[in-house]
């Protein structure tokens, strides 16, 4: 899964209202964490338009969290970061509003 990609909940999706709400809008921002029984591009961090940001499944197991979402007409672009300052986790969002031709 690409990053910068658009997407919402998929169709095995398990995790409540972390999007924001069945029909919200994320981001992916970096590749998932990976651990002994799973590769590296079997999950992705999304950050949601809520300024959430966790990690999903995008193959996982044979699961996927994610569905790709297409707005392109829409013009409306948001990436967010993980930035450690002074020791504390904080969540860097920014919103960019424009219009693609």
Not at 75 to 96: D, E, M
């Amino acid at each position: 899964m690409q990053f910068g990609l658009r997407v919402v909940r998929g169709v095995d999706w398990k995790w409540g209202e972390q999007d924001g709400g069945e029909g919200h809008v994320g981001t992916v921002v970096k590749p998932g964490m990976q651990s002994c029984d799973v590769r590296l591009n079997d999950t992705v961090f999304v950050c949601w338009d809520s300024g959430q940001l966790a990690n999903y499944r995008v193959g996982c197991h044979d699961a996927y969290d994610l569905y790709q979402f297409d707005n392109a007409a829409g013009g409306l672009y948001a990436l967010c970061s993980l930035s450690v300052i002074n020791n504390t986790h904080q969540l860097v969002y920014y919103l960019i509003l424009g219009f693609f031709k």
